[in-house]
Every structure is written in C-alpha cells, then in structure tokens.
C-alpha cells in the first residue's frame, strides 16, 4: 500500500508562483508513475500533468502547458508541481496520484492506483 501526502498549497496572486510537493511512502514509488489532477469548486477533476517512473516522459494539459513542470526526486519519494504564471483559473485543489505501472503517462484518473488527501490552490486576481 502506498500513502501519498500533498504539501504547498496556499494563496497566491495571479502572475505568481507555487510548488507543490508530494511524498510518498513505501519503497516502490521509484517504479510508479505519478500524476497531478486538480477540482475546482462545481467542476470534474481534470488532469494537469504526468512523469514516468524515471522522469523521462512528461506530459501536461494544453491549459498548463509552459507554465507548469512536473518533476521528480526517485531518492526522496517526491513529486514536484512548479507552477508559475498562476491565473485564477487555476484555483483548485490539486491531487497527486500513483499509477502502478510506470513506463506510460495517462491522463485518464481511472488508470491511477493511489491518490493524496488534495492540497488547496487559491489564486486571487
């Protein structure tokens, strides 16, 4: 089992920066791919982004895209969000999660095996 804790949420004005981390326990984290998802107030959750086991393949959602960049540190079981140029659009609460096979990046939630408990992003205009 694999238990995920987002941190580094907070508010922030638009134009601003974030970086959200997410530690994971258990010793197979090196081998999953990770995802961010984010829900916003009255809406689905949507995908943001996704790193392979070795950071080597990333993708984001056009939305984010040039301004967020996930990352990864295999050696401290922690995933990255770097968010910068932040719109109130990107208000939400944002979720890491652990998808157990590791080599494909997917935006579909449904293939995401463990998810953190959410960290609240506010940005204010």
């Known amino acids: 089992q694999v238990q995920l804790v987002e941190s580094g949420g907070g508010l922030v004005q638009a134009g601003g920066s974030l970086r959200l981390s997410c530690v994971a326990s258990?010793?197979?984290?090196?081998?999953?791919?990770m995802g961010w998802f984010r829900q916003a107030p009255g809406k689905e959750r949507e995908f943001v982004a996704a790193i392979n086991w070795s950071g080597g393949s990333t993708i984001y959602a056009d939305s984010v895209k040039g301004r967020f960049t996930v990352s990864r540190d295999n050696a401290k079981n922690t995933v990255y969000l770097e968010m910068d140029s932040l719109e109130p659009e990107d208000t939400a609460v944002y979720y890491c999660?652990?998808?157990?096979?590791?080599?494909?990046?997917?935006?579909?939630?449904?293939?995401?095996?463990?998810w953190g408990q959410g960290t609240q992003v506010t940005v204010s205009s």
């Open positions: 999660a652990g998808d157990r096979q590791g080599v494909l990046t997917r935006r579909d939630s449904s293939w995401y095996n463990y």
């Open positions: 258990g010793r197979t984290f090196s081998s999953y791919s």
